[in-house]
């Protein structure tokens, strides 16, 4: 059946929206009573051992999955070019969550221009490493031509549908059937709290992917004023 994964970056419970969850347990614990996901966005600056990502994945549900976001080395130093090390790395740190590793989120720098040899040759050694779901946020324009479009459909990567749509020309143009929506807040970037009509909308958007047997994630990533988690408790009761 198809899941719709409900979350944020991270799991800090702000104060303000602390009766929406249990009051016994750790903040990770406490967090995945209520939510079925949850974005890791601390591997993008730093390495975490394998057995930390146990422990996370050991404090949660079955049920719940964790997205890792791949390191900045590989995206923003690397540039895509030559990861095999950092990639294997990686792909052995993150093996600590075991079943419960969702997705791997590559989130590109703006300036990171459409290489089609380069894309090709790094999302086909992610795959080789990762046998769940990669998504790709790039923010230069250039990552939403048709090459672009057709090669990470090729290599089974999800776009990204963010808010707001850096770098996106026009209309998003799926590359698989699954979703994976970053919300980063709008009007002022990490920090605006969505309001229930924008929030509405997303309801009937998950709602109308899973009703046609496609997994979808909505990510909040609107964390810097807290607005993140009564965002994500928001439009889970909607889709409840």
């Known amino acids: 059946m198809a899941v719709v994964r409900i979350g944020c970056a991270g799991w800090s419970i702000p104060r303000a929206a602390s009766g929406d969850f249990p ?13 079925n996901a949850a974005e890791i966005n601390s591997s993008f600056y730093r390495p975490h051992q394998p057995q930390v990502y146990a422990r996370w994945a050991a404090s949660v549900p079955d049920d719940f999955r964790f997205a890792v ?21 990686f792909a052995g740190e993150a093996a600590g969550l075991g079943a419960k590793l969702g997705c791997v989120l590559v989130q590109l720098p703006p300036s990171l ?8 040759t790094f999302f086909t050694l992610a795959r080789q490493h990762f046998g769940c779901m990669l998504a790709c946020e790039a923010r ?55 309001d229930g009509e924008f929030l509405d909308q997303a309801a009937v958007s998950l709602a109308g ?5 496609h997994d979808a994630w909505c990510i909040f990533d609107n964390t810097a004023s807290g607005a993140a988690t009564a965002n994500a408790v928001a439009l889970l009761q909607r889709l409840s």
């Open 140 to 194: 230069h324009s250039s990552w939403f031509g048709g090459a672009a479009t057709a090669l990470l459909s090729d290599v089974a990567v999800t776009r990204v549908t963010a808010d707001p749509p850096a770098g996106q020309p026009g209309p998003h143009v799926a590359t698989t059937a699954t979703t994976y929506a970053r919300l980063h807040g709008s009007p002022r970037v990490y920090f605006s709290s969505y």
């Open 23 to 35: 009051a016994e347990g750790s903040h990770l614990q406490r967090y995945a009573a209520v939510f």
């Open 69 to 89: 976001k791949a390191p900045k080395q590989m995206t923003h130093e690397l540039r895509l070019a030559d990861c095999t090390e950092a990639m294997q790395r």
């Open 209 to 213: 992917r899973a009703g046609n047997g």
């Open 113 to 120: 221009q459409f290489d089609p040899a380069l894309a090709a």
